[in-house]
């Protein structure tokens, strides 16, 4: 899997969702990478790199104990903008993996 760049603002800052620009993009990302990773054995912890107005690069990573935490925050993301079937499968991977 490709490790992704998102852009970032951080006078947009403190909340790190308020700091992304494609934040839709990045819970997409984020949901793909936990599903890849429990449902094939994908075997990197490197999430996404995050650049930042002056060019800093801060690369994010995501381990296994993450994923309960990182999926809720999906499921409420997605909730939210009524993504209603990428909820159907976070809720199944965390009752039947996680």
Do not use: Q, W
Not at 10 to 30: E, K, Q
Not at 33 to 61: H, M, P, Q
Not at 83 to 91: P, V, Y
């Amino acid at each position: 899997m490709k490790v992704p760049d998102f852009e970032i603002i951080t006078s947009n800052g403190p909340v790190p969702d308020d700091m992304i620009v494609d934040l839709d993009g990045f819970y997409i990302h984020m949901m793909d990478f936990v599903v890849s990773a429990v449902e094939d054995g994908i075997r990197t912890d490197i999430l996404c790199r995050f650049i930042d107005e002056d060019k800093n690069v801060f690369t994010s990573t995501l381990d296994h104990d993450g994923f309960e935490l990182s999926l809720s925050r999906c499921l409420e993301y997605f909730k939210s903008t009524e993504e209603f079937e990428r909820c159907i499968i976070i809720k199944r991977i965390l009752n039947e993996r996680l």
